[in-house]
């Protein structure tokens, strides 16, 4: 053999020699990462036992609970504070409300009472005696006293 034979045969061991033993040490650091995967795998196992999905949603539904009551208790305590500090407020939107209604029901009732009146006067005087005491048993004397003042109605 030759010299460069030598050095590259001696070259080739100590690129062996260097390859096995980052091999090794590579199969040394997967192990200790494993080791320590194993580990935290454990330690996320036994905290899964400690806190079961069960006693989480039991927990969870205790906790809910407990806010429900709280609340519904300070409701309780607070319900007549409230109707006090509400009560002005809503009493108001009421009476605009009601006078709304009021002035918008005024209004279809002149309109119903003009429109009864119209088709009164065009009816026969005799019909028009029992359309008032069949049909308008509330309002008729009204209607009566209205088609007398503009001689629409014959005098008793």
Known sequence: MTDNQIIIAIAQIILYLILITFVVWSNTVIKQRLKSQ?????????FMEIFSIDEL???VDVRTETMQLNLE?????NKKEFAENAE??????????INNSV??????????C??????L?????????????????????????EL????????D
């Open 114 to 119: 003009e429109g009864i009146y119209n088709l």
């Open 57 to 59: 949603k039991k927990f």
């Open 38 to 46: 194993d580990n935290i795998n454990e330690k996320m196992k036994s």
């Open 148 to 155: 007398k003042k503009y001689n629409e109605w014959e005098v």
């Open 121 to 145: 006067v065009t009816i026969p005087m005799d019909k028009r005696k029992k359309f008032i005491e069949n049909h308008l048993k509330i309002t008729g004397n009204e209607f009566i006293k």
């Open 73 to 77: 208790n300070y409701i309780e305590k």
């Open 88 to 97: 002005p407020y809503i009493r108001e939107v009421l009476q605009a409300d």
């Open 103 to 112: 002035s918008q029901m005024q209004e279809r009732y002149d309109e119903i």
